[in-house]
C-alpha cells in the first residue's frame, strides 16, 4: 500500500510540475520592473525595524538592487506575478540575550521604492537573475 502511495505521489509531482510556464528571453526583457529603488538601503532598514528585536544594533552589507521577478506556484501556471528589483542584504543584528546571532541573508523583491515581499530561493523554477543572487562571496556571512 505505501508502495502504490508513493508512486501515484511521484506521478501527480510529475504531471504538476509540467504544468509550469517556462519564460522566453523576450517575455523577460518586455516586464516592467519599475524604476530603480533609489533609496533602497532606508527603505529595507525601515521594513527591517518592526522584524528585528534590537534593530538599533543591526548591522547592514548590501548587494546593489538588480532586476528579478517572483512567479505563482508552478501548479498555478508559474507566471510571472511580480516584477522589480532584488536587494540581497546580510543582516547581524543582537538575538534576545544580548549577542549578535550571525550575518544571515535576505532577499527583498522592491517596487516603486517599497518592499514588495520577502523570499528564498524557489526550487521549482531556474531563473537568470539568481543565478546572479547565488554568487554572495562578497556578503557577510556566519
Excluded at 514588495?116 to 554568487?135: A, C, R, T, Y
Aim: proline fraction near 6%.
Amino acid at each position: 500500500m505505501i508502495k502504490y502511495r508513493n508512486l501515484v505521489f511521484a506521478l501527480v509531482t510529475i504531471f504538476v510540475s509540467g504544468c509550469a510556464t517556462v519564460l522566453k528571453p523576450e517575455d523577460i526583457a518586455k516586464l516592467d520592473y519599475g524604476p530603480f529603488p533609489e533609496n533602497y538601503e532606508s527603505t529595507v532598514k525601515d521594513y527591517f525595524n518592526d522584524k528585528l528585536r534590537d534593530p538599533f544594533s543591526a548591522q547592514y552589507s548590501f548587494r546593489k538592487p538588480f532586476k528579478g521577478y517572483l512567479r505563482s506556484a508552478p501548479i498555478t501556471g508559474g507566471k510571472v506575478r511580480q516584477p522589480g528589483w532584488v536587494v540581497v542584504v546580510s543582516i547581524n543584528a543582537k538575538n534576545g540575550f544580548g549577542g549578535y546571532s550571525g550575518w544571515k541573508i535576505h532577499r527583498l523583491l522592491m517596487r516603486d521604492n517599497k518592499v514588495v515581499e520577502e523570499f528564498g530561493g524557489n526550487m521549482h523554477f531556474s531563473e537568470p537573475w539568481l543565478k546572479q543572487d547565488i554568487e554572495l562571496a562578497d556578503l557577510p556571512v556566519e
